[in-house]
């Protein structure tokens, strides 16, 4: 695959999991991608194309659900029997 051209880039430091390190490196080989960076470029975009910016109000949704209130139900007396302890 060509490197993914366009916007100007900067560069950041990321240490990355050997089992990932793996993955990356087969895709670069077997030619999906032309360079780590393009490919982590690519993750990046999936990632944030997929996950919206805003997610407050579906936050705020799923804690006022009866799944998101038990689960606070849960952690408020995980925090206060750990406390009794």
Same mark, same amino acid.
């Given at each position: 695959m060509p490197p993914i051209q366009g916007k100007p880039k900067e560069q950041i430091s990321y240490k990355c999991p050997h089992d /990932? /390190? /793996?993955? %990356? !490196? #087969?895709a670069i080989e077997m030619g999906e991608f032309a360079s780590r960076n393009d490919l982590i470029t690519a993750a990046l975009r999936t990632f944030f194309e997929s996950h919206p910016a805003d997610v407050k109000p579906q936050i705020a949704e799923w804690l006022n659900s009866n799944e998101g209130k038990e689960y606070l #139900?849960? /952690? %408020? !007396?995980?925090i206060l029997d750990s406390r009794e302890r």
């Amino acid at each position: 695959m060509p490197p993914i051209q366009g916007k100007p880039k900067e560069q950041i430091s990321y240490k990355c999991p050997h089992d /990932l /390190l /793996l993955k %990356i !490196n #087969t895709a670069i080989e077997m030619g999906e991608f032309a360079s780590r960076n393009d490919l982590i470029t690519a993750a990046l975009r999936t990632f944030f194309e997929s996950h919206p910016a805003d997610v407050k109000p579906q936050i705020a949704e799923w804690l006022n659900s009866n799944e998101g209130k038990e689960y606070l #139900t849960c /952690l %408020i !007396n995980d925090i206060l029997d750990s406390r009794e302890r």
